[in-house]
Structures are given as structure tokens and as C-alpha cells.
């Protein structure tokens, strides 16, 4: 009797050898057909279409990690631009207003310079340093003094008028009272009639006044009131102030006149100290003294020379 097989609960197909034989077969023979004759082309880019959604899902969080990087990197570089355009704009505005100032300054020394040519007298150009200590007072420190042969007395001016007087003298500066300190008059006369007066500072704000003169005076709004140049000091023709306002008062014999000075009192640093007359006499004087001997020196020379030709 033949034995009986047990039967199989599974059944098993070819063996696994044989199934790389035939898949790699199957294999080379699809590949060497598709480059021969490309007919899965179309299978291909119909199964690229249906797993780009996959795809997209699939690389969506590297995306998404990568945009939230390049979100926070911009915003941070923007901030870095907008510090440093910040910073850049406020050193721009320093240097623009120091060029404003010194544009300024410039063009009040090419003024300074060209009144330094119209006027005949000798100058020395000095600069406002700080103001005087008291704060009643309307004076300024400029940097030049008695080594620079300042003194006491000389006018200073800028290119528009009368500043003021020089009335201390230090070794290396000078104390300037402006022409609106109550302390310091000027002589002046008014350019339209050549009436003679006396301004005054008013002390407590920037102006001038005209006092003691009678309420009838022919003085009106407008005038232009120059030095006069009885005193000496200053120079006749330099302007001083501008007419502001002429008051009279019925219980009063006298007008209130009131003027606003011409010259950059409040303004300018750079101002203009010219020599005196007696100054400028006195090195007339010593100049004529030193040619004078000088030429008596070569007279003698050459008659000692002269004698010496003479003698065998």
C-alpha cells in the first residue's frame, strides 16, 4: 500500500530563486524595450501627476521649516538695516548742520573782510569766545588782547555796524561792552538830516535809545543812524541802528525814540577791532622816526665813504 502524504494546509508557489530569476528577466527585458521604443513614458508621468500630492505632503514640514527660518533671519537683517540707517541718517544730520555753520561763518568772515577793505582804518579780526559773568550786563569775551595790541577804547564792528567798545584789556582777551548796555553811549547822527545825538543802550532788552531830545525833533520811523565821529573813537559813517519807533507824550518834553542795532549783536561770532586814530598816529609818527634815521644813517655812510676816496 502506498504511504499517504500529509496534506499541506499552505501551498507554496516556486521557489525564491527562481522568482529573481524571472522578475530580473522580466525586468531587463521592460527596461531594453521602454529605451528602445519609450512606451512607458506616458505610465511614468501619469504616476508623477498622481504622486505629486504626496510629495507636497510629504516635504510640506522641511517647507515649512525652512520658510519660518528665512522669516526670522529677514526679519532680523531688516532690523540690523534700519539700526544702521537710523545711526547713518543722525551722523548725516550732525554733519549737515556743522557745514550749515560753517557755511555761516564762512560768509560772515567773507563780510568781515570785505568791510575791512572799505574802511581806511587798520583792523584786527577777534572771535566771541563767551559772554560776560553778569547777566545784567551786555558784554562778551573775545580772544584776543594787549598781546595782540587791543586796547581799551577801540571800536569793534562786523560787517553790518557798530558792535561795541572795547573796554577791558587782558593779556589774551578782552572784554567787549555791547552797544545795548546801558553803560555805553555813542554818538551818532541821523543819515537822512545829519542830526547830531547820543544813543544809549537800553540794558534790558537789544535795543537803543535817543534820550533828552526835544518832542518836536525831525527823527521818523525808518531812519538810518550812523556814527558820527566827533568822539574819536569811532569812525564817522558806520552804521549803528534803525529807527524803530518815536513816541511823545504831552507831559513830557522829550520824544522816546527807540532803535534797533544794524550789526549782528545776537548773531555772529567773528567781529572786527579797529585801531584808533591815536594809534595810528603814533605808529605814523615811529615809521616817519625810523625813516628819518634810517636815511641819516646812509648820508653818513656815504660821506665817511666820500672821505676814505679822498685821503692819497
Not at 282 to 305: G, M, P, T
Amino acid at each position: 500500500m502506498d504511504q499517504q502524504q500529509a496534506p499541506r494546509f499552505f501551498i507554496h508557489g516556486p521557489s525564491p530563486f527562481v522568482r529573481l530569476i524571472v522578475f530580473s528577466t522580466l525586468s531587463l527585458a521592460l527596461m531594453a524595450s521602454d529605451s528602445k521604443f519609450s512606451y512607458l513614458t506616458p505610465v511614468r508621468d501619469a504616476l508623477t501627476v498622481a504622486l505629486q500630492p504626496l510629495q507636497v505632503v510629504a516635504n510640506s514640514p522641511f517647507v515649512l521649516y525652512k520658510n519660518i527660518g528665512d522669516y526670522f533671519t529677514a526679519q532680523q537683517a531688516l532690523r540690523n538695516e534700519l539700526y544702521r540707517l537710523k545711526k547713518q541718517a543722525i551722523f548725516q544730520s550732525i554733519q549737515v548742520q556743522a557745514m550749515q555753520s560753517l557755511k555761516g561763518e564762512n560768509d560772515q568772515l567773507r563780510t568781515l573782510m570785505q568791510a575791512s577793505k572799505v574802511s581806511s582804518q587798520q583792523s584786527r579780526l577777534a572771535e566771541i569766545m563767551h559772554t560776560g559773568r553778569d547777566p545784567f550786563s551786555h558784554k562778551v569775551i573775545v580772544n584776543i588782547g594787549a598781546e595782540n595790541h587791543v586796547l581799551a577804547g577801540q571800536a569793534v564792528v562786523d560787517g553790518a555796524g557798530v558792535i561795541g567798545q572795547v573796554t577791558r584789556v587782558f593779556p589774551y582777551s578782552s572784554e567787549v561792552t555791547l552797544l545795548t548796555d546801558k553803560t555805553l553811549s555813542i554818538p551818532i547822527q541821523v543819515e537822512r538830516n545829519a542830526l547830531r545825538a547820543i544813543s544809549f543802550g537800553h540794558g534790558r532788552d537789544n535795543v537803543v535809545n535817543l534820550p533828552y531830545l526835544p518832542a518836536n525833533v525831525d527823527i521818523q520811523k525808518g531812519d538810518k543812524l550812523v556814527t558820527s565821529g566827533i568822539d574819536g573813537i569811532y569812525p564817522a559813517g558806520l552804521a549803528v541802528a534803525m529807527v524803530d519807533s518815536v513816541k511823545t507824550n504831552v507831559s513830557s518834553p522829550f520824544a522816546q525814540i527807540i532803535a534797533k542795532p544794524m550789526a549782528g549783536i545776537q548773531n555772529h561770532r567773528q567781529v572786527l577791532i579797529l585801531l584808533s586814530d591815536t594809534e595810528n598816529l603814533v605808529a605814523k609818527d615811529i615809521q616817519q622816526v625810523l625813516s628819518a634815521d634810517a636815511q641819516k644813517q646812509s648820508d653818513l655812510k656815504q660821506k665817511s665813504e666820500k672821505g676814505n676816496d679822498a685821503k692819497p
